[in-house]
């Protein structure tokens, strides 16, 4: 069996979190859905580390970043899909 390298923890995520040390760009990651454990492939463009972000679809600045069915935060920079996001692209709405 293999492993999710990527979850997703609800379906209107437009993020997922990687699960894996080691992320190199170009992997066709095997992708879980959480919520109803569906699956699908995504490859990553970036080296990704454990714990951080992975855009499912093209994001743009001030796109609202969607986590486990929950608003994180807004784009401050664009993220294409398969690409890694964290804090030079992505800012909290609270400050």
Excluded at 17 to 38: P, R
Aim: proline share 3%.
């Amino acid at each position: 069996m293999t492993h999710p390298q990527l979850l997703v923890h609800d379906r209107d995520d437009n993020v997922g979190v990687v699960v894996v040390e080691g992320l190199t760009a170009g992997t066709d990651m095997l992708c879980v859905v959480t919520a109803d454990n569906s699956d699908f492939r995504l490859t990553v463009t970036d080296d990704v580390p454990i714990g951080h972000k992975v855009a499912l679809g093209d994001l743009s600045e001030g796109d609202t970043v969607i986590k486990y069915g929950a608003d994180i935060g807004r784009m401050v920079g664009p993220a294409a899909k398969g690409s890694h996001v964290h804090t030079h692209n992505l800012k909290t709405k609270r400050w």
